[in-house]
């Protein structure tokens, strides 16, 4: 059965920082690009993050640029989102997806499973 499992939300201050874990059972997560979205009441799901399986490359939304990195541990089936100087409006339930892109992306459609998220409130 392929399962997306993350981890490490929570609630921090604006200016914090928080390390979410994307990890998988019944596929391995190292030949697929990973990506990691959020989504707020209301609000259509976006494209945080992407780290592709081909070579390794990211991409970022503009918003979380110089804050946010992703990378991928191979040794432990797994894949990060380091979240830096954490702002209000990165408050989300935070998704992490696979997709058989070689290439990474933030395109929703192009992600076939999904974990069942994770909360990251900032708040004062």
């Known amino acids: 059965q392929v399962q997306l499992v993350e981890s490490g939300g929570g609630l921090v201050q604006p200016g914090g920082s928080l390390k979410l874990s994307c990890t998988s059972s019944?596929?391995?997560?190292?030949?697929?690009?990973i990506g990691w979205f959020r989504q707020v009441p209301g609000k259509s799901r976006e494209g945080v993050s992407s780290?592709?399986?081909?070579?390794?490359?990211?991409d970022y939304v503009d918003a979380v640029k110089g804050r946010f990195a992703i990378s991928r541990d191979s040794a432990n089936n797994a894949v990060y989102l380091e979240m830096n100087n954490l702002k209000p409006e990165d408050t989300a339930v935070y998704y992490c997806?696979?997709?058989?892109?070689?290439?990474?992306?933030?395109?929703?459609?192009?992600?076939?499973?999904w974990g069942q998220g994770t909360q990251v409130t900032v708040t004062s």
């Open positions: 997806a696979r997709s058989r892109s070689f290439a990474p992306h933030l395109l929703n459609r192009g992600y076939d499973a």
């Open positions: 780290i592709g399986w081909k070579d390794g490359t990211s």
């Open positions: 019944g596929f391995n997560l190292n030949y697929y690009t």
